[in-house]
């Protein structure tokens, strides 16, 4: 069946009792067993192991991703702490793209880093400097494609062969583009993972993670952490993100469209330096972004002439666009890397990667596009 079917009615069946078209929202600590001897022949104990309304979620997102199953967390930072318990050990090394949202840096450089797990993060752009990153005693890669905030992309199945022949796992966050624009399974990679906050919800409303495997065994671990952790996301987080999922494909064909125009017009506007959109045919990538997905989603950045002090000054007076940590959502937000999202990755390392002071993301919403041109121009105008 097509995506927006599946976007729809995956994972969901009439509940028993009522009929309900909508899984309710199982809001319940533990589950009444029959007897003893039918322990768990309903398939729930207690909801720290499992719950009707965050299966239906996960569900729908194997489905869509192309998976075998699916494990949800509370946030996307908790599914990236699940995989990385998951598959790594005291003495194991990981390569990570070296431009990644500022929480996972954070993750890998000052927490997981503490337990004797070692972290090499490699230009995912150029598939022969992973490679040469690679260590016999390498068990996982993580490539964020595209990345958060700079957009450089990683050729997923390029990467996926490294790791196939190093024998480590390769996942890959999916968040920026979702499984209606690219499939990372499909091109090889083992898992994708997904801050749920994102596009998958929508609507600005919660936050929430999952993970998606290819095999079940991968997926059995997953949940064996995400158990034994306690990591997992709320019944009416999963229901909201339920019901945002139905219309997935409308908003990312939407948002995308407008992230062209928007980007577009950025990019002949006197006042910009430089606009980076996967869309544009100036994007240093546009050849692989094009190739392994089949839209350039919503999220751009540029930056202002005059730097620093122009980016900040357009951020702090635009009109429409909010100024916000978050991205995905139906209201535009405008973010600045540096101070808010990125804020923990060390000067040196940001200059390293690209992430510049005049950096200023866009994540783009369903607004009427005239608005936010005006709204831009009109910022502009005042730096
Ligand atoms: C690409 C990407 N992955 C993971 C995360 C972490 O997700 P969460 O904020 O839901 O923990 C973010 C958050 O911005 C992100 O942008």
Partial sequence: MGFSTRQIHAGVTPDPLTGSILTPIYQTTTYVQPSVDEYLSKGYSYSRSGNPTVRALELKLADLEGGVDCICFGTGMAAIQGVMLAFLNAGDHAIISDVAYGGTYRLCTKVLSRFGIE??????SDPDAVAAAVRDNTKLFLTETPANPTMKCSDIAAISKIAKKAGAIHVVDNTFLTPYFQLPLTLG???SIHSTTKYMDGHNA???GAVISATQEHSDAVAFIQNSTGSIMSPQVAWLTSQGCKTLSLRMDAQSAIAMTLAKHLETHPKVEQVCYPGLES??????????ASGYGAMFWFEVKGGLAAGKKLMDNIDVFSLAENLGSLESLITHPVTMTHADVEE?????????DGLVRVSVGLEDVEDLIDALDKALEQV
Avoid: M, N, Y
């Fill in 119 to 124: 972290f090499t993060f490699a230009d995912g």
């Fill in 189 to 191: 990679a083992d898992l």
């Fill in 206 to 208: 919660t936050v929430g």
């Fill in 283 to 292: 994007f240093a990538q546009h050849e692989l972004a094009s190739r392994q």
């Fill in 348 to 356: 040196a390392e940001r200059k390293r990667v690209g992430i510049i």
